[in-house]
């Protein structure tokens, strides 16, 4: 089974529509996302310009905030402190990556963390790895939501994930293991890969290396997820020989229309669940002005 992406995302965010819709029904502002584009690469403009229109398709206001390439770190986080102030934006991201000048480090922890729509900020990592409620990364929650639409049993299942970085691979394991599964991250330095993938019912490839998971990586009736994205002749690959995994695997994701499209659809859930936690503080603050 070829487990879409691209139908899955296209049903949470027809769900999402209904919700706003209803919002907007009731007398509430639309929720609003800002994104924060610097330069002019083009890859990250063609994210930025897929992000505003899957927000307005949803009756989500998507601001762009774009700055010139050599903008200042200081004018940087005066954009983010302005966006932080506006009671109307809910969510707020900064396209990566960011150019040479700038510290993304510092420009991540400038977004206030109820406000954080990427899941990034230092406060909403550690309440990943303390287990405590809080935004997750986008990325990693796309192929949580992805396993469960396809109806894979995460509990209990011994997982691999290949790739141990900030953005990917570190927090879906820790999301994994939060949902009762055995989790082993395989990584670079990893002797006998393709045997250590081969003992997961479960194996996520977040290496970024093109075509690395071949079938001869791959237990009958695994389930495999595809992270990485590469360009390669030209064509956008993932980590895995999909031809050679499709035949092996019970199911498996496709690169590009797996968890590519995930991602911007809890980019989009993430922003709807910071409006409504800030609808809700506005709303319990006027109830205590009133008494």
Known sequence: MIISGTQISRDLREEMRIQISSCL???????????????????????????LKAARLIGMEARLVHLPQMVSQEQLCQQITCLN??????????????????????????IAPHKDA??????NE???WRGQEGIRPCTPQGVLSLLDNAGITIDGKRVV??????????????MLLDRHATV???????????ALCRQADILVSAAGQPLLITADCVKEGAAVIDVGISVQD??????VCFEEVEKKAAFVTPVPGGVGPMTIA?????TLQCYFKQNKKTNTNQITENN
């Open 118 to 123: 990427d899941g990034l900020h230092p406060l």
């Open 25 to 51: 029904q009731s007398g509430m502002r639309p929720p609003c996302l800002a994104i924060i584009l610097v330069g002019d690469n083009t890859a990250s403009a063609k994210y930025v310009d897929n992000k």
């Open 126 to 128: 550690a309440r990943l």
């Open 161 to 174: 994930v290949v790739g141990r970085g900030d953005l990917a691979g570190k927090p879906v394991a820790k």
């Open 234 to 239: 030209a064509k956008l690959v993932g980590d």
């Open 85 to 110: 102030a506006d009671p109307k934006v809910d969510g707020i991201i900064v396209q990566l990556p960011l150019p040479e000048q700038l510290n993304t480090e510092q420009t991540i922890a400038a």
């Open 184 to 194: 082993t991250v395989a990584h670079s330095h990893t002797r006998n890969l393709s």
């Open 266 to 270: 809890m980019l989009l859930h993430n």
